[in-house]
């Protein structure tokens, strides 16, 4: 069976969901701006780079490609995905076209690894990206995004039926959103062999320490929308990764992606400035205890805050 390691994977990946400038974080990021993020992560050995079309409907696919351009192929990884609301049509013809116009958007020969990004018509355009690669000797690790327990039992056994293999489950996951292991999707990809990525860790900076009621998210930003009414409980949590912070001598940014590790996840860190790149190096070195693990969860669960988000579920 094919795409049956995900051994060469390091802890953490870098996102470039921001440097599509869809609204979503608020500000403006262009390619000079975001250069020496990339060159900086790449000198660090964090060469994992997560995009999709859907990030500015191909800006932040282009920019990366941009960076890319005349790097050795075996000294980076990208992962992208095929997001279903991006194509006209549900046919096998739309994902092809979508697939095979990223490959070239980004000038590569293929995806090291390939998502299907949620679960809108989710079985049929499983069955056809098992159907494109099936056969392939250099078929990408295949995963599925926010997908619940069973779509995702339902996202393998098709697979499987194809000589494929899931290899990867991304879901929103952090401090204040522990549907996916609550609903024991962590367990089940942990007894498959299915690596679990999690992305907005740092709920797009609210986990930061960054920000507080004196100095709210940029307003006209979604995410401003969704933590700004809360960060009055967020400062609650905050201050206790700080005062974690200081014990292991990081910032405070670095405690939740550092958790998400230790829980066996491999975090997803949204890069918009080098020090975010140095944050995620640095969490990648940082061990908590059971105790520290436990006291920051039950912190956070008595904040009760909301954070699923317009795209996404409660996973069940």
């Not at 974080?25 to 050995?45: C, H, S, V």
């Not at 060469?47 to 960076?67: C, H, I, P, Q, R």
């Not at 679960?119 to 295949?142: C, M, N, R």
């Not at 992606?257 to 640095?282: E, M, N, Q, R, Y």
């Amino acid at each position: 069976m094919v795409n049956d390691t995900n051994s060469t994977l390091p802890k953490i990946a870098l996102g470039a969901w921001a440097w599509g400038n869809d609204g979503t974080f608020g500000g403006e990021l262009g390619a000079d701006t975001l250069r020496p993020i990339f060159d900086a992560a790449m000198k660090q050995g964090l060469n994992l780079w997560d995009t999709a079309f859907a990030y500015g409907m191909g800006t932040s696919e282009k920019v990366l490609a941009l960076f890319l351009k005349n790097l050795p192929r075996d000294s980076f990884l990208v992962s992208d995905k095929f997001t279903p609301q991006c194509v006209s049509e549900k046919s096998p013809a739309a994902f092809k076209n979508m697939i095979e116009m990223q490959l070239s958007l980004m000038n590569l020969d293929r995806f090291d690894i390939y998502w299907i990004h949620n679960v809108v018509d989710a079985p049929f355009w499983i069955e056809e990206l098992a159907k494109y690669f099936e056969g392939s000797e250099t078929a990408p690790l295949i995963g599925v995004s926010n997908h619940n327990l069973a779509e995702i039992k339902q996202a393998a056994q098709i697979l499987r039926a194809h000589g494929l293999r899931l290899s990867a489950v991304q879901n929103h996951y952090s401090l204040i959103n522990r549907s996916s292991e609550d609903s024991g999707i962590l367990s089940w990809c942990r007894e498959n062999g299915v690596t679990f990525f999690s992305y907005m860790v740092l709920e797009q900076g609210a986990l930061s320490g960054k920000y507080d009621t004196a100095h709210p998210m940029p307003a006209g930003s979604a995410r401003a929308d969704t933590y700004n009414p809360v960060l009055d409980k967020l400062e609650v949590l905050n201050a206790k990764l700080k005062t974690l912070a200081e014990k292991h001598g990081v910032e405070t940014a670095q405690i939740p992606v550092s958790w998400a590790i230790a829980k066996g996840t491999l975090p997803i860190i949204g890069v918009t400035k080098t020090k975010h790149v140095d944050d995620a190096a640095k969490a990648a070195k940082v061990t908590l205890t059971k105790e520290e693990i436990a006291d920051l969860e039950e912190t956070a669960e008595k904040l009760n805050i909301n954070a699923v988000r317009f795209w996404e579920k409660v996973m069940d």
